[in-house]
């Protein structure tokens, strides 16, 4: 069944969408009356729709069920990922919302070999979110996942005081990650680096932050690799893939 998000609540029986969720039914999927969609709002609902017409670039649905969507994790999960060469931090965006990050921040580190322009990042940006929208209807999130401004590394600090525990994960070695991650995580930040890794006094900085140092494993993941490995190992131990 089709899925798509919409920005305000739906309280009555008939309901009419309009922009570009309109346009995707009408001209990309060709949709007609008779169809069945899902509209998910911001207070956590799923509507169960069909179509019954079409008028003004708008389609009107009647909502033959709501629910609270189910399809949420119970943990927060923030993912902040070093800028990556090429088009390898698409797949990361996308994979992660398909896991079920809650947000999904681009950040720049000392080996970090792309450092794109103010400009550049603004349209990367827009870019990227559009693959989390994607992303999100396919795999039938209950919300979109934001995907933030680009930061520097040394900004990192004050943003990981709201996470209940940040964990940043190291080439070189660290702590088991289910060692780290308890039941009563709720809002978990998850570090990890550009193609060359981090500087050793950059994960000092972190430990000092009162990061926690992890690994993912004796072997050394590609960097488009590491952020899934450790967004999946961490929905597991919370009970978030089962």
């Known amino acids: 069944m089709a899925w798509f998000f919409e920005n305000e609540e739906i309280k009555t029986e008939y309901y009419q969408i309009a922009g570009e969720n309109a346009h995707h039914i009408t001209k990309s999927l060709r949709m007609?009356?008779?169809?069945?969609l899902t509209l998910c709002t911001l207070d956590g609902k799923r509507h169960d729709c069909v179509i019954t017409g079409f008028s003004n670039d708008t389609v009107i649905v009647r909502v033959l069920s709501s629910t609270m969507c189910e399809q949420e994790p119970d943990i927060k999960v923030s993912v902040f990922v070093a800028l990556l060469k090429g088009d390898k931090f698409d797949d990361v965006i996308q994979k992660a919302v398909e896991l079920g990050a809650y947000e999904i921040t681009p950040f720049i580190s000392a080996r970090c070999i792309s450092r794109p322009e103010k400009k550049q990042l603004i349209k990367k940006r827009e870019r990227w979110q559009k693959i989390a929208d994607n992303a999100a209807s396919q795999s039938r999130r209950a919300i979109i996942p934001k995907v933030c401004d680009c930061i520097d590394i040394n900004e990192m600090d004050n943003i990981l005081k709201d996470f209940d525990k940040s964990i940043v994960f190291y080439e070189c070695?660290?702590?088991?990650?289910?060692?780290?991650?308890?039941?009563?995580d709720k809002?978990?930040?998850?570090?990890?680096g550009s193609e060359g890794g981090f500087e050793e006094s950059e994960i000092n900085a972190l430990k000092n932050a009162g990061v926690n140092v992890a690994t993912l494993g004796k072997r050394i993941l590609r960097a488009q690799t590491a952020p899934i490995a450790a967004l999946c190992s961490v929905m597991f131990i919370?009970?978030?893939l089962e």
């Not at 007609?32 to 069945?36: D, L």
């Not at 070695?173 to 009563?184: L, M, Q, R, W, Y």
């Open 238 to 240: 919370s009970g978030n």
């Open 173 to 184: 070695g660290g702590e088991k990650i289910k060692n780290i991650v308890t039941e009563n």
């Open 187 to 192: 809002k978990i930040a998850l570090i990890t």
């Open 32 to 36: 007609k009356v008779g169809e069945s």
